[in-house]
C-alpha cells in the first residue's frame, strides 16, 4: 500500500463489530483493512504486509490459532493481537503459543483495543534498533538473540520478538528478580493491571520451551510478591 499510515488487518466476522471497529480504528488514523474470513486473512496478510492483525479467534472457516500459527510461518514482525471471548488462561496460552503476540478478552474498550495496538506497534518499530548481542546460554539452551532462535544439540527453534526480548531482560539481571511491572513496561510498552497476565502467559510459554520439567522450573524461577528470575 502506499498509504503511509500503519496498516491493521481486522480479521473479524461479525459485521457490526467489523464495522465499529474499522471506524474507530480510522478516526485513531489507521489505514485499516478488513477480512472476514481466515483464508481472505492468510491472502491479505502477504498482500498488503500489514503492520498490525486483529485477530478473532471464532472465524467461519478457520479458527484464529489456525490462522496465526500460518501467517507467522512467512511472516514473523507482523503484530498479532488476538481477541477472544474466553477467558481461560489454556486459551490465551494456545495463542501466544502459535505466535500471537498479546489478546484482548471480549468484550473490551475501544481505548484500551487502541492502547494494546499502539504498544504492540512500538515495541515492533524498536526491533530494528535493538543492540547487537553474543548468545547466551540457559543451562543447556544457546539463545541467539540476533538469530531469534533458541538452539538445544542440534536442533533450532524459532523464537518471536516478545519471547526474545523477555529473555534478553531477565539475562540482564541474571541471578536478581525483575517485577512484572518493569516487564510491561520494557517489553510490552503497557502498565500494569490486575487483569493483565501477558507476563504470567509468556513465562508458562518460556517454561515448556526451556524447562527440561517446566512444572518444576530450574532455570525461569517465580519470585513470590515481585516477578521473576533467571538462573543458568
Not at 50 to 74: A, F, K, S
Request: hydrophobic share 40%.
Amino acid at each position: 500500500m502506499n498509504d503511509e499510515r500503519q496498516t491493521i488487518l481486522l480479521v473479524e466476522d461479525d459485521p457490526s463489530l467489523a464495522l465499529g471497529l474499522v471506524d474507530s480504528l480510522e478516526f485513531e488514523g489507521f489505514c485499516v483493512v478488513h477480512a472476514k474470513t481466515g483464508e481472505e486473512a492468510i491472502r491479505l496478510a502477504a498482500e498488503q504486509t500489514p503492520n498490525c492483525m486483529i485477530l478473532d479467534v471464532m472465524l467461519p472457516d478457520l479458527n484464529g490459532y489456525q490462522v496465526c500459527q500460518r501467517v507467522r510461518e512467512t511472516n514473523r514482525d507482523v503484530a498479532i493481537l488476538m481477541l477472544t471471548a474466553r477467558s481461560q488462561e489454556a486459551d490465551k496460552i494456545r495463542g501466544l503459543d502459535v505466535g500471537a503476540d498479546d489478546y484482548v478478552t471480549k468484550p473490551f474498550s475501544v481505548g484500551e483495543l487502541v492502547a494494546r495496538i499502539r504498544a504492540l506497534l512500538r515495541r515492533a518499530s524498536r526491533s530494528d534498533r535493538r543492540e547487537v548481542q553474543q548468545p547466551f546460554q540457559i543451562g543447556e539452551i544457546e539463545i541467539d538473540p540476533i538469530g531469534q532462535t533458541m538452539k538445544r544439540g542440534s536442533a533450532t527453534e524459532r523464537l518471536s520478538f516478545y519471547e526474545v526480548e523477555l529473555l534478553k531482560l531477565l539475562y540482564e539481571h541474571v541471578g536478581q528478580p525483575v517485577s512484572r511491572d518493569d516487564m510491561l513496561d520494557r517489553i510490552w510498552g503497557l502498565e500494569s493491571t490486575p487483569s493483565n497476565r501477558s507476563v504470567d502467559n509468556f513465562i508458562v510459554k518460556l517454561r515448556k520451551r526451556i524447562e527440561p520439567t517446566p512444572d518444576k522450573p530450574q532455570h525461569i524461577l517465580t519470585v513470590y510478591g515481585i516477578g521473576y528470575k533467571l538462573v543458568v
